[in-house]
Structures are given as structure tokens and as C-alpha cells.
């Protein structure tokens, strides 16, 4: 098993260009998140989805999207991007968090994006 | 504002020194985890505790949930320079359990 995937590993776009980063997991898992990383913040929640066809917001959502059309499959579009989207992006799965004990969060490898 | 605070935010010490990490909060937590992460890496699952005031054991690792469930602290005895990375504590809140709202962060390093 290959766990959680993402691509590309490394970008670098300019002011205003868009991109798509993909996130893939063969765990047959329900919940799926991005996230962001960066200095001294920890790991910052962008979007999430609870299952196929469902996202939600999370702490920091402003500039990106994301859609979920494959149960294996978790995207993250950043449409404008700005410099300030500088920064490590983590996707990570995981069962259900149903409140009785912290369903494990599987991260992969991460994407170093850099906006000049 | 961050809901969960981690200090130290930097830590450098010799190996086979004593080390504890704190993590607060006001809020409440259903559950606390604690992740380490290396360079290049994701952050991988070390412990989660669930009971208020349980204390869990990973080798020279020791892990306490607060009684009231809004903090938790890691001890590391004896470090070794196999422990440095990155450690996280992650909350599950009581209000919302779909997500965990990660800490700030302690980022370790321990020197032969």
C-alpha cells in the first residue's frame, strides 16, 4: 500500500498563476484534509471532506478550493496565487473522528510551493 | 488566535537529558494526540489519550492528559538524537469531531 500520495512534490508559480495539488489514498478512508505548515504555526486546516462529494472549510480556506469527486481523491486548487500562499502543503486521511478516540491522521510527504 | 499552545517552541539540549513539552488550551477535548514529524515528512502518530488525567507510555516517551482534558504534556527521559524532529499535539474538540486543531509546535533537537 502507498498510503497517502501527493503531487507534485515541489512548484514554484508566479503572482496570479493557478494550480492544482492532488492528493490520493488507498486506505478506503472516509475523511481527507489539507493543510498548510508553516513556520511556527503548526499545521493550519484549509478544507476537509467527512466523504465522496462533501467539503468543508476549515481555519484558513481564503484562496483555495477543493473538490472531492473520487473517495480516494482529495483536491486542492489555488485559483489566484498570492505570495502569501508560500508555504508546505500536508493532505492527510483518516476513519471517521466519531468523538470516542482520535481516528489516527495518515499524512503524505507534503508539496513545498513557493509564490514569487 | 491558536486554540492549543505548545512551549517550548524551541528546545536544544544534550543527549541523555530530561525533557517535558506542554500543550494548552481553554477548550475541551474529546481526545489529544500527539504527532512527531522529520524533516521532509508528514507527522506520524505517536499516542493518543482519551481519559482525563490517563497517562500513557511509549518507551522513554510518557505522555499525561489533563484531568479536565484541556491540556496534555510529553516527557522524554534520556533523550537520544534519534528523538529530535518536530512534535505536534493535535485535539479532537468536543463540539466538533470531524477535525483536529494542531498545535504550535516543539521542534527538538538533541545532540550526542
Known amino acids: 500500500n502507498a498510503g497517502v500520495t501527493q503531487t507534485p512534490k515541489f512548484r514554484v508559480l508566479k503572482t496570479g498563476q493557478s494550480m492544482t495539488l492532488l492528493c490520493a489514498q488507498d486506505?478506503?478512508?472516509?475523511?481527507m484534509y489539507w493543510y498548510r505548515q508553516d513556520p511556527g504555526m503548526g499545521l493550519r486546516l484549509i478544507h476537509y471532506?467527512?466523504?465522496?462529494?462533501?467539503?468543508a472549510k476549515g481555519e484558513v480556506p481564503d484562496g483555495y478550493n477543493v473538490s472531492r469527486l473520487k473517495k480516494q481523491n482529495f483536491l486542492l486548487g489555488l485559483e489566484s496565487a498570492a505570495p502569501s500562499q508560500t508555504s508546505v502543503y500536508f493532505c492527510?486521511?483518516?476513519?471517521?473522528?466519531?468523538?470516542?478516540?482520535?481516528?489516527?491522521?495518515?499524512f503524505g510527504p507534503g508539496t513545498r510551493l513557493t509564490v514569487l | 488566535t491558536q486554540l492549543l499552545e505548545q512551549s517550548p517552541q524551541f528546545l536544544s539540549i544534550q543527549e541523555g537529558e530530561n525533557l517535558t513539552v506542554y500543550c494548552n488550551s481553554s477548550?475541551?477535548?474529546?481526545?489529544l494526540q500527539w504527532y512527531r514529524q522529520e524533516p521532509g515528512e508528514g507527522p506520524v502518530l505517536l499516542v493518543t489519550?482519551?481519559?482525563?488525567?490517563e497517562v500513557k507510555k511509549l518507551k522513554r516517551l510518557t505522555f499525561q492528559f489533563g484531568d479536565a482534558r484541556k491540556d496534555s504534556s510529553l516527557h522524554i527521559t534520556a533523550a537520544q538524537p534519534g528523538d529530535t524532529g518536530l512534535y505536534l499535539c493535535?485535539?479532537?474538540?468536543?463540539?466538533?469531531?470531524?477535525?483536529?486543531?494542531f498545535g504550535t509546535g516543539t521542534r527538538l533537537q538533541v545532540f550526542p
Open positions: 492527510a486521511s483518516s476513519y471517521s473522528l466519531d468523538g470516542t478516540g482520535g481516528a489516527e491522521q495518515f
Open positions: 486506505m478506503n478512508h472516509e475523511y
Open positions: 471532506s467527512v466523504g465522496e462529494g462533501t467539503t
Open positions: 477548550s475541551v477535548f474529546s481526545s
Open positions: 489519550v482519551v481519559t482525563g488525567g
Open positions: 493535535a485535539g479532537e474538540r468536543v463540539e466538533n469531531t470531524d477535525k483536529l486543531i
